[in-house]
DNA sequence: CGGCTTATTGAGCAATGCTCAATAGTATGC
DNA sequence: GCATACTATTGAGCATTGCTCAATAAGCCG
């Protein structure tokens, strides 16, 4: 087995496993035991546990941006909708998983210079980037955009909250986010 | 030291080192040494070294929301006002404690049957309750103030941000966030 | 085949979560 | 004031686990 694969593999495991408990709780025994290689071999691939998990969550992040890309060619208020949509229908299927990425976090430094990185909030940061693009925005609207992007996330896993559901369908949901963010656009930047 | 006293004493503890670390970083070790017990005590006060962290996010949680609650006859749009000055001059302040809190956050059971408690999301529930009831909003409005409240935690977040901060003061943000709120109201709850 | 690189192992160390029987210290009932 | 019951507290000890390192196996190129 290749070391690309290899990696691929050990990462597959971690997304898998990471959906049922909190990242730090997967211990690299259980790892190598499902790859079936030795407890040694995980520190030629990753240099510690937390750098393992922290390569694991990226992960996790770039297969939930990936899903949201909205199709080529499609720009403004329809790209806006696709993202919303899939975004809702992403976190309606695999709640867990989502829960687990945005809360289930590995810790963030207290002082920002660190070396690890945000990537529940880098990924706020790309899906409110997709959405910029897609409308057009400029910089200053940036941070509206970014706590847009909260908002619907907090609403979506509220719509999927078991026992809470309130409305049948995603559609209204999806409707009551995509007619918010030009009326928040319309508010002005809090600056 | 009685038993109330030691238990406030080690809370007190993981409320200090929870700020630089992520929590399950803090072992009882760790803990133990500092209050000047042995290890095994503190399994006489927590179960279990997760049962602890729990206690310990928990209590920064009461912590975070006995700080918000507006002042005694203030309600309506002031008392929105003075929650938000307060949530956005608490993240100021201590963006480090409130960052750990949401983000550095013991991770949720996949199934939500769990006897675990989600404390991030709680408090949010926490917060619009407090919001809902200045407000005088009913049931079907609290999905859309929870959001909101997502939606300022996440400005206030950025607010902070080392380097990146729009605007001196935080007046405008806490303008731009209360402004918002009957605004959202208006466009109707997304069911 | 021989030599180089590297993926892989396995032994071993130290930290740590956790258990449990023993102890010390305190309050209570007489 | 004494004995009893209770519990806060300890310390030893076990198993897990993060991590290191020297040794080995396995490919690859000449």
Redesign the pocket.
């Known amino acids: 087995?290749?070391?690309e694969e290899?990696r691929r593999q050990l990462l597959g495991i971690g997304l898998r496993k990471f959906v049922d408990r909190p990242v730090?709780?997967?211990?690299?025994?259980?790892?190598?035991a499902e790859?079936?290689?030795?407890?040694?071999?995980?520190?030629?691939?990753?240099?510690?546990?937390?750098?393992?998990h922290e390569a694991v969550v990226a992960a996790a992040g770039r297969r939930v941006l990936r899903t949201l890309r909205p199709d080529d060619g499609v720009t403004g208020e329809a790209a806006v909708r696709q993202i919303v949509e899939r975004f809702v229908a992403q976190v309606d299927r695999r709640r867990g998983f989502y829960l687990a990425f945005v809360y289930g976090q590995i810790g963030l430094p207290a002082g920002a210079a660190g070396p690890r990185q945000d990537v529940a909030i880098g990924l706020r940061r790309n899906i409110s980037g997709l959405v910029c693009t897609a409308m057009g925005y400029a910089a200053p609207l940036t941070p509206v955009v970014h706590a847009w992007v909260a908002y619907v996330e907090d609403l979506a896993l509220q719509h999927t909250e078991p026992g809470t559901s309130w409305g049948a369908g995603t559609a209204p949901l999806v409707d009551h986010c995509v007619a918010l963010l030009p009326v928040l656009v319309a508010l002005g930047p809090p600056a």
Do not use: I, W
């Open positions: 087995m290749t070391p290899r730090q709780e997967l211990s690299l025994d259980e790892v190598a790859a079936g290689v030795s407890r040694g071999l995980l520190f030629h691939y990753f240099p510690t546990k937390t750098a393992y």
